[in-house]
């Protein structure tokens, strides 16, 4: 008897890809996995849009460092979900300073963000049968995100799948892992070549910045996201050198 296969998309997965340096790395990890990949991209009216058209390039790089995945590349898709921003007020979607709010929480927290990315990714998944959906998140260098969470993602699997009647699998390969072991991570799976290509086209500062080229890439240097990712780099750059 053959193995039963999850309708027709056993080995396909479908990545949670916004253009920043997290969700490249989760391509490449399942681009090493899958045979199939397709990619969803959200626009929000997020302040960092630009990080969508970062996608384009991201994808070409991919193609050209490894022929087997570029044949494994499938569709790519992006929903607009402009209801998001209308329902927030934060500093992700308005011109405001990023700063730490009430409770701990940076103002750029959108309430439920990822929640709403996984459901709406689950519900193309349904569509296109598929059962693997990959997504960023991460509890380890997180700015106190709920939704980030390993059990919040947990959670959502299993309503997920009671609500669906399927057996999506959430996928969550950067979860303990920090921003240095992110870059590590990019290297094992497309050396330099990959982590060059992530540098150079991965969109990461809140602020939409792309004037200003640092040793890590672009961004203001100065908003949450580019620190940690300069702090990333420096110690995966540190390590490498070490080693
Ligand atoms: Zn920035």
């Known amino acids: 008897m053959t193995e039963p296969t999850h309708e027709t998309g056993g080995n396909t997965a479908l990545v949670l890809f916004s ?15 899958f045979s199939r990949v397709e990619t969803l991209g959200f626009d929000y009216c997020q302040r960092h849009a630009v990080e969508l058209d970062c996608r384009a390039a991201l994808i070409n790089g991919i193609k050209a460092i490894h022929p087997d995945w570029a044949k494994r590349l499938g569709e790519e898709h992006t929903l607009a979900i402009p209801t998001l921003s209308a329902i ?24 439920g963000r990822n929640l709403i990315f996984l459901t709406f990714a689950a519900a193309l998944a349904y ?4 059962r693997h959906v990959v997504g960023g998140m991460c ?7 709920p939704d980030c969470r390993d059990d919040t993602i947990k959670a959502l699997q299993v309503a ?47 602020l939409g910045e792309r004037g200003a080229r640092h040793e890590w890439g672009y961004g203001c240097g100065e908003c949450p996201a580019c620190q940690l990712r300069a702090k990333g780099w420096q110690q995966f750059a540190a390590a490498s050198r070490a080693g």
Not at 19 to 33: E, H, P
Not at 92 to 108: K, Q, W
């Open 19 to 33: 253009g920043g340096q997290d969700s490249a790395t989760c391509l490449a990890w399942a681009l090493a996995r």
């Open 88 to 111: 927030s007020d934060t500093a992700l979607t308005r011109d405001v300073a990023i700063e730490m709010g009430e409770g701990g929480l940076p103002n750029t927290f959108v309430p």
């Open 127 to 130: 569509r296109r049968g598929i």
């Open 139 to 145: 509890e380890t260098d997180y700015s106190g995100y």
């Open 160 to 206: 997920l799948n009671l609500g669906m009647d399927r057996r999506f699998v959430l996928h969550t390969p950067l979860m303990w892992r920090d921003k240095a072991q992110t870059w590590a991570l990019a290297h094992e799976l497309g050396g330099s070549a990959l982590v060059d290509l992530i540098r150079e086209q991965s969109h990461t500062c809140y």
